[in-house]
């Protein structure tokens, strides 16, 4: 459980991050020397997935946006539509469905940035 508190902890930071400027490339850098667990390797000890990572504090450019893009940070619960097994862009928003990480304000500044 603590471990999974942290983890939004460390989602929160992000956000609270890239609000306030910080370039993308600088909070990597950072969560990789602080030597955060990426969310590759923090999925692969919670489902004990067989995939191995050599590097467990691998934070990339994409796993930060995937994250500023998650509106399920902010308690909101997104469902793609799909129609013949692909994505199309209609989407089923049911707000306030979960306890956020985030305020909706944070998250909507993060979207008006990116």
């Keep these: 459980m603590y471990r999974k508190l942290q983890n939004f902890g460390r989602k929160k930071e992000i956000f609270e991050r890239y609000v306030n400027e910080e370039k993308i490339i600088d ?6 020397n602080r030597q955060i667990y990426s969310p590759g390797y923090y999925r692969q000890i919670n489902t004990k997935r067989k995939q191995t990572y050599t590097n467990p504090y691998n934070w990339t450019y994409d796993s930060i946006i995937t994250i500023l893009h998650n509106q399920g940070y902010c308690g909101d ?28 304000e944070l998250f909507n500044k993060a979207q008006q940035i990116l």
């Design 27 to 32: 909070i990597i850098k950072d969560l990789n």
């Design 77 to 104: 619960a997104v469902n793609l539509i799909k129609k013949n097994n692909l994505r199309n862009k209609n989407k089923i928003i049911l707000e306030n469905k979960y306890e956020p990480i985030i305020s909706k």
